[in-house]
């Protein structure tokens, strides 16, 4: 058990490490947040102080309790008092090297009881432990950007972990008011493999010109209720990150077909059209500019949103069958980690799976491409006469 008044360090104060010292530090934790680069420690600690400040403004937090949380984070330009800490998490550059370096550093450091953490989101647990020596002690605890907003936190034990040290860790990441869910350590975890087919296969109608970008966001948001569309979203993200998850998760899947990026999007990396950072994506964001309207056609748009969505189900089912996650962590990730507005699972339930089944099937006739083949587990399912949540009606 990890106690309250544990103290807790954080390396790396990036995006991520300075809201996961944020969130720590706001459950009255003491934190020490370190980073290789002093620049990059002010920089946190300006953004931190801007980010409270606003909270006060908004009348969300008292000064008092901004002043506690910013009084409880140590900005520490060396690791040395990592020796106090009962929990450490890195948040450094996704580069494995650094990450191995950093551990194989604090393991000096850190007392025989500290459990150490990865933030990483696509290098596996299991490459990261071998430059530990007690790596039954480590494992990968996800946070999802921002760390103060996000209730999703992915634990991941690998293989070396010790079953206890990922009960303690769960428990305590819950203490935190956030959502834990369980994934074993494969490429994307759990949101970022299920989550794959939101932008694949909108972007795969597109490339088939069965429909435009507006066209598959208006589809997506009016008929399946998601806060915004993949092409709105994918110019968020920014088009060089969101298509080297899908090149990285695709590479890591021995090229499933499944997973297989696009051209479309390939091309815009190259242009240099990332989305809302350089001014232009799917969409225009430069001063000025006005981008096409969506076709309205009810018709056009079920068919769209009923297939993006049948290939998500097809993929959260897979994440079940392979083990990955339970059917319920599966369901949360995916409302908590990206915001949709149902469990997949739950969903499919509600559509019923056999109808499920007739829309995957349809695509695999129709396309023949084994990036169309429905899951074994709905298949079972199906043949079963079985829900996902069997009691609940
Ligand atoms: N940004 C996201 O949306 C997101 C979401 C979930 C997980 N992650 C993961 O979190 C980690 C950090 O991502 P980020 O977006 O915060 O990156 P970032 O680039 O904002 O921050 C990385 C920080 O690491 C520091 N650093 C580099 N080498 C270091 C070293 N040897 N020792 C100490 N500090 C060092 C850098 O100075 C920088 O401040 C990555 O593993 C990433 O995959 C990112």
């Not at 009084?71 to 890195?90: H, K, L, P, Q, Y």
């Not at 993949?230 to 298509?243: A, K, Q, R, S, T």
């Not at 990026?261 to 989305?275: I, N």
Request: include cysteine.
């Amino acid at each position: 058990m990890i106690t309250e008044d544990a103290k807790i360090g954080v390396v790396g104060a990036g995006t991520m490490g300075a809201g996961i010292a944020q969130v720590a530090s706001t459950q009255g934790h003491q934190v020490y947040l370190y980073d290789a680069y002093s620049e990059q420690l002010e920089k946190a600690e300006q953004g931190l102080v801007k980010i409270l400040n606003r909270q006060v403004e908004k009348e969300r937090m008292s000064q008092e309790e901004v002043d506690g949380i910013l009084s409880r984070i140590e900005f520490a330009d060396n690791i040395t008092m990592f020796g106090e800490c009962s929990f450490v998490i890195e948040a450094v550059i996704e580069d494995p090297d650094v990450k191995k370096d950093v551990f194989s550093r604090l393991e000096g450091i850190v007392s025989k009881d500290c459990i150490l953490a990865s933030n990483t989101s696509s290098l596996s647990i299991a490459s990261i432990s071998s430059a530990l020596k007690k790596p039954e002690r480590f494992l990968g605890v996800h946070f999802f950007n921002p760390a103060p907003l996000m209730k999703l936190v992915e634990v991941v034990p690998g293989i070396a972990t010790d079953p206890e040290i990922a009960d303690t860790t769960r428990d305590f990441i819950q203490s935190w008011d956030k959502i834990t869910v369980s994934g074993k350590d494969t490429p994307g975890f759990i949101v970022n493999r299920v989550a794959r087919p939101f932008y694949g296969e909108a972007l795969r109608i597109y490339e088939e010109g069965i429909a435009d970008a507006p066209t598959i966001d208006w589809a997506m948001k009016e008929i399946g209720d998601f806060r915004m569309g993949p092409f709105e979203l994918m110019d968020l993200i920014g088009h060089d990150v969101n298509y080297e998850v899908t090149s990285t998760v695709f590479k890591a899947f021995y090229y499933d077909p499944r997973f297989k990026p696009s051209f479309a999007q390939k091309r815009m990396v190259e242009a240099g059209w990332l989305g809302r950072k350089s001014g232009r994506g799917f969409y225009d964001y430069r001063n000025g500019s006005s981008n096409p309207e969506p076709t309205k056609d009810p018709e056009l748009g079920q068919k769209i949103f009923n297939r993006i969505l049948t290939m998500l189900i097809n993929e959260a089912c897979d994440a079940v069958f392979m083990g990955i996650a339970s059917i319920e962590d599966v369901d949360l990730a995916m409302q908590n980690g990206v915001n949709y507005p149902k469990g997949l699972l739950k969903w499919a339930d509600e559509i019923g799976l056999h109808e499920v089944l007739d829309r995957m099937t349809a695509l695999q006739v129709q396309y023949r491409e084994d990036r169309y083949r429905p899951n074994p587990l709905l298949k079972k399912m199906v043949s079963e006469g079985k829900n996902f949540y069997e009691n609940e009606e």
